[in-house]
């Protein structure tokens, strides 16, 4: 039976098409539906819908099931359609009309969107929080390497002098800007839609603004029919953001599959990082970088796929985005554990000396050599010309000395600012105000 039933029972080919992955991702949302269960039944009573022994009889139970859910004992049961359903269902088996009052003034469209938020959110914080130690592994190596020069690339052609300290550094400031649409993704996501019902609001004087503050919301998705068009909209600005952090991961894993390559042979790994070959002995194999950039470009694709999935909805609730879920949730995960192989890769990275001393790599200089003579008087152009004619009828010589020295260059890498830049970004979120109120809803 289910809470939407009356006396027909669906076909139970409908049942299980309808209902397919859902109680394994809604499984996932326990805690959360807990929590907004405790915040609608605080709201509930303080609007005189249920009376004060009620709430703290509804509030002691919704702890217990909490509990279960902290020790991995929580569980839907078979016949049970998702965990909204398990949760009534487990407040109703113990409380008996109580239970059942806690639907009072919702829908299972607005239940389903707060465990939505509150599960983005939580996850949105964690992942914040994993690239944080990655952001300063980057900025360790980047100060570390700052003198180890290494080839610039333009077209993949050699191009000019670079150096580790620039290229470990470069991505160190490219998870600032993941960050902050990170942190904008997380204020979409921390808006409260409980109280929008099916999306057309409810006839009882709801108190959204109290569930908001219960809930640790900055603010209310205020309009209701908004409140459910915003599904959707959330995981694609949320895979958006991961999509960003992920073409950063993808792109580091690629320059680093480069530069293990022989025929560059600018870093190496300790033989337990890499991989062999069962015919080549001689074999050292970047598989991680390989399976991170492969994982990375998956997540990439993830907010088109949203997109869409969500192609052409009109307003109001569709059960196309209960699949939503299958695309998303898992995302989260991959993305961390790439996270944690990349800084696991990074920590034990060896940077090769002296590259820059062969002579296949004596053009690189050629700029360097422009400069020179332009600080000398000649016209840039001039010297430009002048230097290309020495390269044409090689009688070009050149110095591998570099002293770059205006900001964010070899010689000056900015990176306290790039650190300044990640704390006011971090600082944002504010995720200490979320965590409090979720802490004093569970006392």
């Known amino acids: 039976m289910k809470l939407w039933q009356k006396n027909i029972s669906s076909l139970a080919e409908v049942e299980r098409f309808t209902v397919g992955n859902d109680r394994h991702f809604d499984a996932m949302m326990a805690r959360h539906d807990v929590l907004g269960n405790m915040a609608h039944a605080i709201m509930l009573s303080e609007i005189g819908l249920l009376t004060e022994s009620e709430k703290e009889q509804l509030l002691a139970e919704l702890k217990r099931i909490h509990d279960t859910v902290k020790s991995g004992s929580f569980q839907i049961a078979d016949g049970v359609e998702d965990v909204h359903s398990q949760v009534e269902f487990l407040l109703t088996a113990a409380l008996g009309d109580t239970g059942k009052k806690i639907h009072s003034a919702r829908s299972r469209n607005d239940q389903v969107l707060v465990d939505l938020k509150l599960f983005l959110r939580d996850e949105l914080q964690s992942l914040a929080e994993s690239i944080l130690p990655f952001f300063a592994l980057l900025q360790k190596k980047s100060d570390e390497f700052k003198d180890h020069l290494l080839p610039g690339y333009t077209h993949l052609q050699l191009a000019m002098p670079s150096s580790f300290g620039l290229w470990f ?262 995720f200490q105000q979320t965590n409090a109120a979720l802490e004093q809803l569970l006392r």
């Open 169 to 430: 550094g470069a991505y160190a400031e490219s998870l600032v800007d993941d960050m902050i649409m990170l942190r904008a993704a997380y204020e979409v996501v921390n808006k409260n839609p409980l109280g929008s019902a099916a999306g057309y609001g409810s006839s009882f004087p709801i108190n959204r603004t109290r569930t908001a503050e219960l809930l640790g919301f900055a603010d209310l998705n205020h309009n209701v029919v908004y409140a459910q068009m915003g599904r959707g909209k959330a995981e694609r600005i949320v895979a958006m953001a991961m999509a960003n952090i992920a073409d950063t991961l993808a792109r580091l894993s690629m320059d680093a599959c480069l530069y293990l390559n022989q025929n560059f042979g600018f870093i190496s790994f300790p033989p337990e990082l890499t991989t062999g070959s069962s015919i080549m002995p001689h074999k050292k194999n970047p598989d991680v970088f390989e399976l991170i950039r492969s994982h990375a470009n998956r997540i990439k694709a993830l907010p088109n796929e949203i997109m869409m999935m969500t192609t052409n909805l009109p307003s109001g609730y569709h059960r196309d985005l209960q699949l939503l879920k299958e695309n998303l949730f898992p995302a989260f995960g991959i993305l961390k554990d790439c996270i944690a192989m990349a800084s696991l890769m990074l920590e034990n990275i060896a940077v090769n000396d002296n590259i820059l001393a062969d002579e296949k790599y004596k053009y690189l200089f050629s700029v360097e050599e422009v400069n020179k003579l332009v600080l000398q008087g000649m016209p840039f152009r001039d010297a430009y010309k002048t230097v290309g004619l020495a390269i044409e009828n090689g009688s070009y010589t050149y110095d591998s000395r570099v002293a770059h020295t205006h900001e964010g260059s070899i010689g000056n890498l900015h990176n306290k600012e790039i650190a300044a830049a990640m704390e006011k970004v971090l600082a944002g979120f504010n």
